[in-house]
């Protein structure tokens, strides 16, 4: 009696429509994904004659202030101007060629903007940019 050699069978993994399979999946992702947008406090930006863009958002941090009074920083409430300090000087640490990026309500007292001001010299946060709307 004899035996017939059994055919080998393949353990390959068919690879010719995967170039088609993450592409869809590319496309798909491209499509369906939403970008976070920053919000932090609704604010009125003062009006400029002349500004200038950012070069670079990697760096920066945000700090909002409302006519209300109310501070965010990178979206989140800060309760009391002097913690101010303690949060900038934490992310320097982080990032040492940290900006920060003030956003203010043209209808902000003045008194909490040099009160954020001197918050940011104690904590040599001193890359400081205003932001504005460009307008007459």
Do not use: H
Request: charged letters at 30%; one cysteine or more.
């Amino acid at each position: 009696m004899e035996f017939k050699k059994k055919s080998k069978v393949s353990t390959e993994i068919p690879t010719a429509s995967m170039p088609d399979i993450v592409f869809m999946l590319l496309l798909f992702f491209m499509v369906s994904t939403v970008f976070r947008q920053s919000t932090g406090i609704p604010v009125d930006l003062p009006v400029a004659r002349m500004i200038k863009k950012l070069d670079a958002k990697k760096n920066v941090t945000n700090i909002w202030a409302d006519a209300q009074g109310n501070i965010s920083i990178d979206d989140k409430i800060i309760e009391k101007v002097t913690d101010i300090r303690n949060i900038i000087y934490q992310k320097r640490i982080e990032t040492p060629k940290l900006v920060v990026s003030f956003k203010f309500d043209r209808f902000t007292n003045m008194g909490l903007v040099s009160d954020i001001q001197q918050e940011l010299r104690k904590a040599d946060a001193l890359k400081v940019n205003y932001c504005a709307k460009f307008g007459d």
